[in-house]
Every structure is written in structure tokens, then in C-alpha cells.
């Protein structure tokens, strides 16, 4: 049975084929944009009101039926039926029964604006958790790094032992990552927040609609000057779903970023690294091997990425060769839309909590840390201070670290004697070059990984994220 505010009503002799019915609905997902619908709504109706549409009781009525069936659905009591195809029809034919001014709040209106009004409402707000919860994360990793700051590890190129960092550099460079995925996010919230009601179907309303009167009731203004931001094409007002990708991109890149970091601690959590201890909450174990204490989170993590970036496809592929305006395809999507927009938010708040669960081994990344090798390049620093051409340091450090090769003792161990065998600029001081404090000390450059650097850098990123 088709209701009567179903638009088939009047044009066809009865409802679509139950397949067909099943085929196309989007209730079973689309339910969860209910209060921008109802949002959007009350907004509408106001604007009716005022330029004529509706009485002042008419409107009471709409109003009042709204919020209602608004909390009918927080709790759990209204009855969503598929036959009625989506949230929008849902919730208008369940007003129109009870309220019958309902009947008139489609005026000057269609689905194509609704549904787009309905989503860019949604997504605004998604954005801004998201980014609430992105500077927990941020949080969390100066709070690693700030709780264990005197700590030293080899930083890897190649995944190959390169120079030594902080712990707490390696966790800032995170940070600056998720800075970056906070400025895309912001960015792209502009571009949500403009409104598309009064659209129409594609081609606006004969009617006198004050388009920048329900943008205002709907906070589509610009922040910093308090105006209506509209769309200003009709066409585009209900065909783009631009602001959906910007999105599904910036998340995609957002997952990338989770999935190194995850990449990163899965690695030191194993035994071969064993830099970082995971607490157990933040763990499973393994149905077999009595032992295994597994980072499913941070694989889940990693393995979740997939399908963020899977969304980012899907949405492209689905606007690709879509004729203006409005097309079905567009229905497909919302299911992307939220299951990357969940997927995010559920690593970003899973990684904050689990690093705030995490501590650092002092004693094997001291071991690793200690490794001479990683100050083979503060050697060729070293000679071009004594005058010497960097790649000419280059080749004599080479020679020196095959000479401890053979001769197989550490790279400090060599004698002042085996080290002047490779070039007379050493003297007696290189074997402060392997002063680990001291060459920490040295590396002061901005953004580089020394001591005061590195402090001041948490410092700043403490300051800036003080709630
Ligand atoms: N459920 C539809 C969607 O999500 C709403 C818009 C339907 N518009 C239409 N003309 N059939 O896209």
C-alpha cells in the first residue's frame, strides 16, 4: 500500500513490485539521518510560515508533531517502514497521519534538496566530533612521548637502523600528521556548510521561498561574519556530493596516517624490537598459543584502512558519468559516507585510549639506541669540521665502519691509531662524536630530533593542546 504523501500516488495505479520495493529502499540506512531530517524540517516550516504558506497554528502543529515523533524514535518506539522507502517519507507520512497541515510541508520542497540538506547537517556535526577526538589523539601521543622524554631510539630508513631520535620526535611526527588531517578536515567543513533547501527537484520554486531565512535557522552561516551561506545553483544544489568526497578523502588519508602509526607499534611491541609495552586491556590472545599477547587493535587498524579507502573509490566511481542533476546512483551514497566517517572515529578514539595504555622499555631502546653505527654520519660531520669535503667524510667513515667490520670491534672502539689509518684529520676528540647526550645535544636545528628541540617542540604541542 502506498501512502499518500508517496509521490506515486496520483501518477501510478498502485505501489512498486515488492522486489522492486526492496531493491531500492534506503530506510534500512538512512534511518540514522533522522534529526537532520526533522531539523530541516522545522526550519522549512518556519520559513512557510513565514511568507504565508502555513498559519501560525499550522505550523504550531507541524512543529509539534515533529518533535514527537522525534522522541518516539530516541526511544526506540517508532515504527520505520520499509515500503515507505526512506526517512524522509517515513517521517512526513507518519506527520501527515497525525497532523494533516502536514500534508502542506512539502511545498517548495523535494527530496533532492532534503536528503542533501539532511546529509550535509549530519556531516557538519560528524566533522566536529571527529575533530575533537583527533586532538584527544594528538593528546595522547605528547603524553607518550612527554611520559618517557628521556628516551632514545634508533629512527629507521629502509626499516634499517639510521640515526638516533627521541621517542617522543618519532611520536611528534605524528602529531604533525594529524595537525594536517585536523586542517583538511576543517577545510573541508566550509565547503558542508552551505545550504541547498529551496532547491527544489533541480530547478527551485515558483514560490517565494527565503532561502537565507532556513539557511540562518540551520547555522549555514559563515563563522566569522554571521551570514546565510546558500548554494547558488540549483542544479549543483542537489547534485553535488563534492563535499562527501573532500571528505571520504581526507578520512582515507587520515586511516593511511593510523595504519603507519599502527605499522610502527606493531613492530616495537614484538619481541625482535620490544621497545613499547601494550597494557593487556588493549590486547588479545591467541586461541592456541598460550603465550601470544596480540595488537589486534593496531592490526585492525592498519586493516581497516581498506575500506575507508575502498569509500573514497566507491564515491568517485559513483559520480563519474552521473548527467545532472539528481540520479538513484546518488542514493549508494550514504552507506560510504558513514562507514567512513564510523571507521575513523572508532580508530582515531580506539588508538588515543590504547596509547594512553602504552609505555616505552627504557632498557632495549637504551640497547638500541647505543648502537654506534647510528652516529656514523655525526663522524662525517665531524671531519668536515676538521675542513674536510662532506663527500670525501662520506667515503673516509665508510672505510672506517669496514675497518671495525673486519676488525670486528664496535665502531667507538677503535683506536685513535686505526681511526687515523683511514684519515689524519682525527684526533683525540672523535671519541666524544660518540657521546650519545652529546650528540643529542648537537642536533639543534628546528623540527630536528635534539634535546632542546625536541623539549620545546612538546612544549609547544602541550600548550597548543590545553583544553
Ligand atoms: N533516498 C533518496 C536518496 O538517498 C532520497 C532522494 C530520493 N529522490 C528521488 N527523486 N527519488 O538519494
Known amino acids: 500500500m502506498s501512502s499518500p504523501v508517496v509521490s506515486r500516488s496520483g501518477r501510478f495505479s498502485g505501489g512498486p513490485a515488492a522486489e522492486v520495493a526492496a531493491f531500492s529502499e534506503s530506510i534500512s540506512f538512512d534511518w ?37 515523533i522525534g522522541r518516539e524514535i530516541a526511544e526506540g518506539k517508532f515504527q520505520w517502514k520499509l515500503e515507505l522507502e526512506d526517512v524522509h517519507m517515513n517521517i512526513e507520512a507518519e506527520l501527515t497521519k497525525r497532523v494533516p497541515a502536514g500534508a502542506k510541508l512539502h511545498t517548495g520542497r523535494s527530496r533532492n534538496d532534503q536528503v542533501a540538506v539532511d546529509v550535509r547537517l ?78 527544489g527537484a533541480i530547478a527551485g520554486s515558483t514560490l517565494p521561498l527565503d532561502r537565507e531565512l532556513v539557511a540562518t535557522l540551520l547555522d549555514f552561516t559563515d563563522p566569522r561574519t554571521g551570514k546565510p551561506r546558500v548554494t547558488q545553483n540549483s542544479m549543483d544544489g542537489v547534485s553535488d556530493r563534492d563535499f562527501m568526497i573532500e571528505f571520504a578523502a581526507a578520512a582515507a588519508l587520515l586511516a593511511v596516517h593510523l595504519s603507519r602509526l ?78 567512513s566517517a564510523d571507521t575513523v572515529r572508532g580508530c582515531v578514539r580506539l588508538m588515543a585510549a590504547m596509547l594512553a595504555h602504552t609505555t616505552v622499555n627504557a632498557e632495549p631502546c637504551a640497547r638500541a639506541a647505543s648502537d654506534p653505527l647510528l652516529l656514523a654520519t655525526d663522524l662525517a660531520d665531524y ?31 677503535l683506536t685513535l691509531e686505526e681511526f687515523q689509518s683511514c684519515s689524519d684529520k682525527f684526533g683525540a676528540d672523535v671519541t666524544s662524536v660518540f657521546q650519545l647526550g652529546k650528540a643529542m645535544a648537537r642536533r639543534q636545528l628546528t623540527g630536528a630530533p635534539g634535546t632542546k628541540e625536541v623539549r620545546r617542540q612538546l612544549a609547544r604541542w602541550q600548550k597548543q593542546l590545553a583544553k
Open 32 to 68: 540514522r539521518l533522522w534529526s537532520q531530517d526533522l531539523r530541516g524540517s522545522i526550519a522549512h516550516a518556519t520559513m512557510l510560515q513565514k511568507i504565508g504558506v502555513l498559519t501560525k497554528s499550522e505550523l504550531k502543529s507541524i512543529r509539534t508533531g515533529l518533535q514527537e
Open 122 to 199: 549530519w556531516l557538519r556535526d560528524e566533522i566536529e566530533a571527529l575533530d575533537l577526538e583527533l586532538h584527544d589523539l594528538q593528546r595522547a601521543l605528547v603524553d607518550l612521548g612527554s611520559r618517557h622524554a628521556e628516551v632514545v631510539i634508533p629512527g629507521y630508513t629502509h626499516l634499517q637502523r639510521a640515526q638516533p631520535v627521541y621517542f617522543a620526535h618519532h611520536c611528534l611526527a605524528y602529531v604533525e600528521m594529524l595537525a594536517r588531517d585536523i586542517d583538511r578536515m576543517e577545510d573541508c567543513w566550509t565547503r558542508v556548510n552551505v545550504c541547498p533547501l529551496g532547491s
Open 262 to 339: 599502527s605499522e610502527d607499534l606493531i613492530l616495537w611491541v614484538s619481541s625482535e624490537f620490544s621497545f613499547i609495552k601494550i597494557a593487556d586491556a588493549y590486547t588479545t590472545g591467541s586461541s592456541l598459543m598460550p603465550q601470544k599477547k596480540n595488537p589486534d587493535v593496531a592490526e585492525l587498524t592498519r586493516g581497516k584502512t581498506g575500506r575507508v579507502v575502498g569509500n573514497l573509490m566507491a564515491l568517485l566511481t559513483l559520480l563519474k558519468g552521473l548527467p545532472m542533476t539528481y540520479n538513484r546512483d546518488l542514493q549508494e551514497d550514504k552507506e560510504r559516507l558513514f562507514d
Open 383 to 413: 671531519l668536515v669540521r676538521q675542513g674536510m669535503p662532506f663527500r670525501e667524510a662520506h667515503h673516509v667513515v665508510g672505510s672506517v665502519v669496514s675497518l671495525a667490520e673486519m676488525t670486528g670491534k664496535p665502531l667507538d672502539r
